[in-house]
């Protein structure tokens, strides 16, 4: 496999999963809203009028994130071939719970919970939504499963380079609770900043209502419990795999020479083909439990810490490693800013988005854009930093690599941009759609909307 052909397959694949993913985690978030507010809305008033306008978003978010998910099937087998020779004893059955869980909990459920309102009552339509959701967590638990153990394989044995299922607890805990609850809770914070810029948008030419009141204070508190949840899934599943990926480590640091440890940078110009860091604003020592192989003597580090020099061949592009880590750690606390600040003022004015300025509504709509940041420059983080293995430790991406041309996977790319590109512009149409025209009063039934 050449190395354009290398870069062009990840390119691909990159693509397909970080919009796919993306989606998921917008589809997550608002399928839990969604139930909130239907919990609420059974006493009626403004979470009612919430609930009706935001199923449709919640709907075309999950019809964009089914065709995202598509490719990704069809470029385990052409992009990766051997991927399923090497993994498909753990990757077949996830996958096909994955598939499974989606057609019985979400299909099943997704008709009722959209069409059925008004034909069931105020109770059994609450269980639906709540089924939906749960259906929603169950799909996406099945893939964070798969993710996290190409992260850290556990609960598996290789032998003669096939991976069997040893331990099933082992394979389901590893690093996949914490990376569930980093999916979860971006997904509530893209949820939260995606409402208070439709908000912003909807009352800038129409007075608010009810439902945009109750969506300004709750989205305003749900961004900042999602913020604390999402630092704190994200330390926790840091704190799992950093001490079994050296160089991940290295790069993030950056520790150049295998030795004792060196000081972290805060920030830093690297130098890569030097071996060295051109200019370094230094920050506090790094955590001997952080590193692999090192133990703490006498206040110190033992002289056992894995440089980027012996990682030679196998580690992780070290610029992107170490500025996506940087970037996600910027983007964090803008966004928290920003979120305390808009809660501020929200809370001063009693949460009426009609008090909003011109200035305030931008910012409103700028956070979407900050939190869409956040969770590619993490994700970004977490799969360049395993590179270039497709099963860390074990299997590198150049071992099941395709043996297409690299006309043939440009070809490919540039449709898949298109692809993508067309699903982005649909979903962004639609969306202002629903936004311009709102949601269609329609008659009562039984006394229910």
Not at 135 to 161: C, E, H, K, R, Y
Not at 398 to 405: K, N, S
Request: glycine residues 10%; aromatic residues 10%.
């Amino acid at each position: 496999m050449t190395q354009t052909a290398w870069v062009l397959s990840l390119t691909q694949f990159y693509l397909g999963l970080g919009f796919m993913l993306f989606f998921l985690a917008l589809e997550l978030g608002l399928a839990w809203v969604l139930f909130v507010l239907r919990l609420r809305a059974r006493r009626g008033g403004a979470p009612l009028l919430a609930y009706r306008f935001w199923v449709r978003i919640y709907a075309l978010a999950l019809i964009v994130g089914f065709a995202a998910s598509l490719p990704l099937l069809l470029q385990l087998g052409t992009l990766w071939p051997d991927f399923m020779d090497r993994a498909g004893e753990v990757a077949g059955p996830l996958l096909a719970m994955a598939i499974l869980t989606a057609f019985i909990f979400k299909s099943c459920f997704l008709g009722a919970m959209l069409y059925g309102q008004r034909s069931l009552s105020d109770r059994a339509h609450t269980a639906v939504v709540g089924m939906v959701a749960l259906g929603t967590s169950l799909t996406a638990w099945w893939i964070v499963v798969l993710l996290a153990w190409l992260q850290w394989p556990v609960g598996t044995t290789l032998t003669d380079n096939h991976y069997q299922i040893t331990d099933w607890p082992a394979l389901l805990g590893g690093a996949a609770p914490a990376l569930f609850g980093v999916l979860v809770s971006g997904g509530l914070m893209l949820a939260a900043t995606l409402m208070l810029s439709i908000m912003a948008q909807r009352t800038r030419s129409r007075p608010s209502d009810e439902g945009d009141r109750a969506v300004f204070a709750g989205s305003a508190w749900l961004l900042l419990a999602a913020l604390v949840l999402q630092v704190c899934m994200a330390a926790w599943l840091g704190r799992q795999l950093l001490p079994v990926q050296p160089a991940r480590v290295a790069a993030v640091v950056p520790q150049w020479q295998s030795g004792p440890a060196e000081r972290l940078s805060l920030l830093a110009w690297l130098d890569v083909p030097a071996g060295r860091n051109a200019w370094v604003l230094t920050g506090p020592a790094v955590p001997p439990d952080w590193l692999p192989g090192a133990a703490a003597v006498d206040g110190g580090v033992m002289d056992k810490v894995q440089g980027l020099d012996d990682l030679m061949g196998m580690r992780p592009p070290v610029w992107l490693t170490y500025a996506s880590s940087r970037l996600a750690v910027l983007l964090t606390g803008m966004l928290a800013l920003m979120a305390l600040v808009a809660w501020w003022r929200g809370r001063r004015m009693g949460f009426e988005p009609d008090g909003l300025s011109d200035p305030g509504r931008a910012g409103l709509r700028a956070m979407a854009w900050v939190a869409l940041g956040v969770q590619a420059a993490g994700w970004g983080h977490l799969l360049v930093g395993s590179l270039p293995y497709a099963i860390y430790g074990t299997v590198t991406l150049r071992e099941i690599g395709t043996v297409q041309a690299p006309g043939t996977l440009w070809l490919v790319l540039g449709l898949q941009i298109l692809v993508y590109g067309a699903l982005a512009l649909g979903f962004r149409q639609l969306l202002g759609h629903t936004l311009r025209y709102g949601v269609v009063p329609v008659a009562r039934h039984r006394g229910r909307a």
